[in-house]
C-alpha cells in the first residue's frame, strides 16, 4: 500500500490549511487511519483517528474543535482540515493505515508562522 500526504505548506497563526491521505488502488474505509505529527526535535504526537468505516472519529485534547477528519465519497481520500492553526502546530504530518500491517507516506509538513 503506497500512502501520499500532501497539503502542507506554511500559514499564518490563526489560518486554515487542509493536508490529505491517498493510498492508491485502495478503499481507505477499510482501515484504521491515525494522523500524526512530529515537530522539529519532537517525539511523533497522536492527532486523530477514524476508525474502519468511519462511524467514529477520535482527537486529540490538542486539536479538539480545531482540526476535522473528513474524506471524499469514493472512500480514497482522507482529509484533515486544520482551523485556528498555532505556531506550536508546525510539524511533519503523517497518516498511518492500519489493518494487519501498518503503512505511512513520507509525511506533509505544515508550518505555522508570520
Known amino acids: 500500500v503506497q500512502v501520499v500526504e500532501s497539503g502542507g505548506g506554511l500559514v499564518q497563526p490563526g489560518g486554515s490549511l487542509r493536508v490529505s491521505c491517498a493510498a492508491s488502488?485502495?478503499?481507505?474505509?477499510?482501515?484504521?487511519i491515525h494522523w500524526v505529527r512530529q515537530a522539529p526535535g519532537k517525539g511523533l504526537e497522536w492527532v486523530s483517528v477514524?476508525?474502519?468505516?468511519?462511524?467514529?472519529?477520535y482527537y486529540a485534547d490538542s486539536v479538539k474543535g480545531r482540526f476535522t477528519v473528513s474524506r471524499d465519497n469514493a472512500k480514497t481520500t482522507l482529509y484533515l482540515q486544520m482551523n485556528s492553526l498555532k505556531p506550536e502546530d508546525t510539524a511533519v504530518y503523517y497518516c498511518?493505515?492500519?489493518?494487519?500491517?501498518?503503512?505511512w507516506g513520507q509525511g506533509t509538513q505544515v508550518t505555522v508562522s508570520f
Open positions: 477514524i476508525v474502519p468505516g468511519g462511524s467514529n472519529i
Open positions: 488502488g485502495y478503499t481507505l474505509s477499510n482501515y484504521w
Open positions: 498511518l493505515l492500519f489493518d494487519s500491517s501498518l503503512y
